[in-house]
């Protein structure tokens, strides 16, 4: 095994440290500032672990002063008057760089989408909630004094559990229908199961295509819209099938929130909590002042969640796009939530819910590594309460369950079970196979009646 290094990017090594789909109009984010992303901000606090075959065997991720600095902790976010202009977080990836577009009305600036598209030719891939409410409206910010456009639209089921190579071939079967050539761009304009069936389309038609994201959910603006994961589920894993593709740019209008119903807010809510425990503690403590503010959808904390969200998430893919280490961070509770979804049944609890379960095992495992203080796993537990999440899994998963849908969790690497876990005071964790087993286990029948 090679020796760690205290570098970023040693010869061999890492370790990471850091319809109704209503309510409030929520208004613009002008006050907030454009934050370019790129390597030189963040920590040189990182090492990989590998072995002798070049493997990653650990990735550890402390916080440090030298990181990108967290918008200042606020009891709440100001905003002014109602300006378009919108905030743009940059995904740095060198000649496949892209923006992020932060804004209310932002469907409303034809031209912020226009840009984006190079070709004559775009296929908007939507499902049946979304299509009657922005649907109309994203054609009309495509075509806008701009008639060479020629505009289709292919509308899915809605749900995870049409995240499938059956619903996949409906995109497929639009889009040679209608003879689209390699210079159409796709636009995927729904939440993460749109926006993933799109995206693995993008880069599947033709060999690889255009395409542009547009999340209405909070789960998809806060995460799955920015980074470059596409793909489909299989009865055995989630997200088993599917590429690392990056989008031409990103537009969220946070105006699409007023139609989310509010199990699916609150399911979102999840992957912000943990950009906060993973490598954001500032962010951690802002959420622990203002989760009442969230959940009444309140614009200005929005924006500022939203915001700091995309900047942790564009921080961490323009560093390790595809996830080598560092990036794998982002899945704190998503080993235990993929095993609670794929048991259960897809769709039956929404991925949030599930990431807020798996969480919390997560924790527990990491207190009982005793890598972590009591003080750690109780804020966890009331933040996700406070959330309205699930901090428990179903009654019906078993250990055993869980076990064999962990087995083939796209984190295993030789037959080794890599988790991330936290370690050291917040905003610390690890991405490692290198823990006690004993320790897995305890969490498993802890949480699990058989």
């Known amino acids: 095994m090679a ?10 090594t890492i370790s990471l440290s850091t319809a109704s789909h209503n309510h409030n109009q929520l208004t613009s984010l002008h006050s907030l500032r454009r934050f370019p992303v790129s390597s030189s ?51 740095d990836l060198g000649d496949r760089s ?4 932060i804004g209310s ?62 619903t996949l071939m409906k995109v497929f079967d639009k889009a040679i229908e209608s003879r689209l050539d390699r210079r159409c761009t796709f636009v995927a304009l729904g939440g993460g199961v749109i926006g993933d069936m799109c995206g693995y389309a993008a ?20 995460d799955s819209s920015v980074g470059g994961k596409t793909g489909i589920n299989h009865p ?11 989008p031409q740019c990103v537009l969220i209008d946070t105006d699409t929130l007023n139609t989310l119903p509010d199990r699916e807010l609150a399911s979102g809510l999840a992957e912000v909590i943990k950009y906060g425990l993973i490598r954001d503690a500032q962010f951690f403590e802002w959420q622990e002042k203002n989760m009442h503010a969230l959940l009444a959808r309140d614009p ?5 969640a939203i915001k700091r969200s995309c900047e942790n998430k564009a921080e961490v893919v323009s560093l390790d796009e595809k996830e080598s280490g560092l990036r794998a961070t982002l899945n704190l509770g998503h080993t235990f939530g993929h095993a609670i979804e794929t048991s259960s049944g897809y769709g039956h609890w929404f991925h949030g819910e599930a990431v807020a379960a798996g969480t919390v095992m997560a924790v527990d495992m990491s207190y009982r590594l005793g890598w972590i203080d009591d003080s750690l796993v109780k804020r966890v537990d009331m933040i996700l309460q406070q959330a309205k999440l699930p901090t428990t899994p179903p009654e019906a998963m078993t250990v055993e369950m869980f076990k064999s849908v962990m087995a ?5 690497a030789d037959g080794l079970l890599r988790l991330i876990l936290l370690k050291g005071p917040l905003g610390n964790c690890v991405f490692t196979g290198d823990y006690d087993r004993k320790a897995l286990d305890d969490t498993l029948h802890a949480f699990c009646k058989s």
């Not at 200005?300 to 500022?304: D, I, L, V």
Request: proline share 7%.
């Open 41 to 91: 901000s963040i920590s040189s606090r990182c090492r990989l672990l590998f072995d002798s075959n070049n493997r990653i065997l650990t990735a550890t991720v402390k916080a440090s002063a030298a990181a990108t600095p967290a918008a200042p902790v606020m009891d709440q976010p100001t905003s002014s008057s109602s300006s378009a202009v919108p905030t743009t977080v940059d995904v």
């Open 203 to 222: 880069a599947s038609y033709l060999r690889g295509v255009n395409f542009i994201q547009i999340p209405t959910t909070v789960m998809a603006q806060v």
């Open 105 to 166: 009305g932002l469907l409303n600036q034809p031209e912020l989408l226009q840009r984006h598209v190079h070709g004559k030719q775009v296929l908007v891939v939507t499902n049946s909630t979304v299509a009657p409410l922005y649907l109309d409206k994203t054609i009309w910010a495509l075509t806008d004094k701009n008639p060479n456009i020629k505009v289709e639209s292919v509308i899915l089921p809605d749900g995870e559990q049409f995240k499938n190579m059956e």
């Open 236 to 246: 055995l894993g989630k997200n088993m099938i599917g590429a690392f593709y990056q």
């Open 98 to 101: 892209y923006p992020i577009y």
């Open 3 to 12: 020796a760690a290094s205290p570098s970023f990017c040693p010869n061999r």
């Open 408 to 412: 083939v969790d796209k984190k295993v």
């Open 300 to 304: 200005n904390a929005f924006a500022y």
